[in-house]
């Protein structure tokens, strides 16, 4: 069956634009995750959603990091006033269940320039 | 705060040998632990996953080993092809408190295998 896809693969925008970031889900998967993959930082937790719920937001870098999880499927991942340490690959992975085996995508690859 | 490390960054083998990638963890209750598998421009690939109430499991090419004492997994491939050529990360998670559902990965090791 189909994996888990995001959009854009590619995104360049400049300093100080909003980027909104897509992920969908492997059908059927209740638990989706937000990761990002830097090269200083390797790869770092950002947040999870348990159906649209998500209950720990402590992994987003800043108040500008915000995300959105609707009809328990398709989730947004949006960036506000974009900064250039914000340049990294985003990387989203869905799961069954929390704690089962989760399954990423390809990624976002977003430059800021 | 707690991390996982890896004891090699790189690890360049032959065609056909074992290759054996490292893994310690500091988070004496995480219970659950995972190898992925990434090659360049790629997301993360899942390989092999291990629960902490086993201290093997074997796939196809694949096993990996858990030593919850000394807090150390390993990776090991059997006859290594090319094509597994990729950075390998270990991560792990715990079922209780606030590391509920979040992956901490390790470094990675870069496996270069030479034809």
């Keep these: ?113 | 705060g707690e991390s996982v490390g890896l004891h090699l960054p790189t690890l360049s083998v032959q065609e056909g040998d074992n290759s054996i990638i490292n893994c310690a963890y500091s988070n004496s209750a995480s219970d659950y632990f995972i190898w992925y598998k990434q090659e360049s421009g790629k997301g993360p690939q899942f390989i092999i996953d291990i629960r902490s109430n086993m201290d093997k499991r074997q796939g196809q090419r694949v096993t990996v080993l858990l030593n919850k004492t000394v807090k150390h997994l390993s990776l090991q491939i059997a006859a290594t092809q090319p094509g597994d050529s990729a950075v390998y990360f270990c991560a792990e998670t715990s079922a209780g408190g606030t590391s509920y559902g979040k992956l901490t990965f390790g470094q990675g090791t870069i496996l270069t295998v030479h034809p």
Excluded at chain 1, 65 to 79: D, K, M, Q
């Design chain 1, 1 to 113: 069956g189909a994996g888990v896809s995001q959009s854009p693969s590619n995104k360049v925008t400049e300093k100080g634009k909003d980027v909104e970031l897509r992920c969908d889900p492997i059908s059927g998967h209740t638990a989706l995750y937000w990761y990002r993959q830097s090269l200083g930082q390797g790869l770092e937790f950002l947040i999870y959603f348990q159906g649209n719920s998500a209950p720990d937001k402590s992994g987003l870098p800043s108040d500008r990091f915000s995300a959105e999880r609707t009809g328990g499927s398709v989730s947004t991942l949006t960036i506000q006033r974009t900064q250039q340490e914000d340049s990294a690959v985003y990387l989203c992975a869905s799961s069954y269940n929390l704690m089962e085996t989760q399954y990423f995508g390809p990624g976002t690859r977003l430059l800021v320039l």
